[in-house]
């Protein structure tokens, strides 16, 4: 696994089996140059190969920001072709974030801007403050969302409202973010760290690999046909059918008593 001090661009700390990684140059608000995202791709490359974590808590360093883009200096100097490496990039890196086999929760601290909007929708769940502001300002900067954001949003929203976004560029406030489903909850301030904490355990008190297979049926799903997504969706179910797990929960609800899951 990686250690906190080979990283200069991000943070981490881990605590009782989750792994909170906070994107840390807060004085540029926390903008994603290339370090940071080549600093992503190797921390999630070993948190997914790490086996004690049972999950991923993402937030910005700071009060201000969680991510408030792509770090705009290093956007001028692309041409054609570095701009779109530049692009396939972000958007592998999201897609590895998005196919984490552990639960990732996005804990938005403030501006989720461009690129920090696109990383928050890469992540399966969001909590944000009620600070929080969420934009795709790229076509004022000349360009489009370049990360994924222009196949994530019209998922998360719907197109009509994720047309809105991207093409007027316009933010929206944390609490419109809630109403049309950008978020899953948004909570004060002050409160963020320890209700994404409660999120996450609300998550991670139940059967492991019943998680990590939910996941799994949900986000393959999209890959699938009609047909196959729902025999995917058996086949997990199967599996998990065989697990001790499985076995213990639903004993210990016949039995009256809480489940100790081990992963098994
Ligand atoms: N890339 C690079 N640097 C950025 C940045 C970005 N996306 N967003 C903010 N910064 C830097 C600013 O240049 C400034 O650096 P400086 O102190 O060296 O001048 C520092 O972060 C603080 O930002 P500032 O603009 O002074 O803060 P603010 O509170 O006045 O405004 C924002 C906050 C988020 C509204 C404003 O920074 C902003 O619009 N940022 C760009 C958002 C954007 O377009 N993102 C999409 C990029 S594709």
């Given at each position: 696994m990686i250690q906190s001090d080979e990283l200069d661009t991000l943070s981490i700390e881990t605590e009782d089996e989750i792994i909170w990684v906070e994107v840390n140059r807060p004085d540029k608000l926390n903008a994603l140059n290339d370090r940071v995202l080549t600093e992503l791709e190797n921390l999630f490359e070993a948190i997914a190969k790490e086996d004690s974590l049972r999950g991923v808590i993402i937030r910005g360093t700071g009060?201000?920001?969680?991510v408030a883009g792509a770090d705009i200096k290093e956007l001028k100097d692309l041409n054609r072709r570095t701009g779109e490496d530049s692009s396939r990039k972000g958007q592998k890196i999201f897609q590895s974030i998005e196919d984490m086999p552990i639960p990732v929760v996005g804990a938005i601290n403030g501006y989720a801007l461009g690129g920090g909007a696109e990383l928050a929708m890469a992540c399966h769940l969001r909590i944000a403050s009620e600070k929080a502001v969420f934009g795709l300002p790229e076509v004022g900067l000349g360009?489009?969302?370049?990360?994924?954001g222009t196949q994530r949003l019209p998922k998360l929203v719907g197109r009509t409202m994720a047309l809105e976004m991207i093409l007027t560029g316009e933010p929206i406030q944390a609490d419109e973010a809630l109403d049309c489903g950008l978020v899953n909850r948004v909570v004060p301030h002050s409160d963020l760290e320890s209700e994404a904490r409660g999120l996450m355990n609300a998550i991670t008190n139940n059967a492991p690999l019943a998680i990590k297979k939910a996941l799994r049926s949900v986000l393959k799903g999209d890959e699938l046909g009609p047909k196959q997504r729902y025999e995917h969706e058996s086949d997990l179910f199967g599996e998990l059918c065989e697990t001790k797990d499985a076995t213990e929960g639903l004993s210990a609800f016949l039995e009256k008593r809480n489940p100790e899951f081990k992963g098994e």
């Amino acid at each position: 696994m990686i250690q906190s001090d080979e990283l200069d661009t991000l943070s981490i700390e881990t605590e009782d089996e989750i792994i909170w990684v906070e994107v840390n140059r807060p004085d540029k608000l926390n903008a994603l140059n290339d370090r940071v995202l080549t600093e992503l791709e190797n921390l999630f490359e070993a948190i997914a190969k790490e086996d004690s974590l049972r999950g991923v808590i993402i937030r910005g360093t700071g009060e201000k920001a969680f991510v408030a883009g792509a770090d705009i200096k290093e956007l001028k100097d692309l041409n054609r072709r570095t701009g779109e490496d530049s692009s396939r990039k972000g958007q592998k890196i999201f897609q590895s974030i998005e196919d984490m086999p552990i639960p990732v929760v996005g804990a938005i601290n403030g501006y989720a801007l461009g690129g920090g909007a696109e990383l928050a929708m890469a992540c399966h769940l969001r909590i944000a403050s009620e600070k929080a502001v969420f934009g795709l300002p790229e076509v004022g900067l000349g360009l489009i969302p370049g990360y994924g954001g222009t196949q994530r949003l019209p998922k998360l929203v719907g197109r009509t409202m994720a047309l809105e976004m991207i093409l007027t560029g316009e933010p929206i406030q944390a609490d419109e973010a809630l109403d049309c489903g950008l978020v899953n909850r948004v909570v004060p301030h002050s409160d963020l760290e320890s209700e994404a904490r409660g999120l996450m355990n609300a998550i991670t008190n139940n059967a492991p690999l019943a998680i990590k297979k939910a996941l799994r049926s949900v986000l393959k799903g999209d890959e699938l046909g009609p047909k196959q997504r729902y025999e995917h969706e058996s086949d997990l179910f199967g599996e998990l059918c065989e697990t001790k797990d499985a076995t213990e929960g639903l004993s210990a609800f016949l039995e009256k008593r809480n489940p100790e899951f081990k992963g098994e």
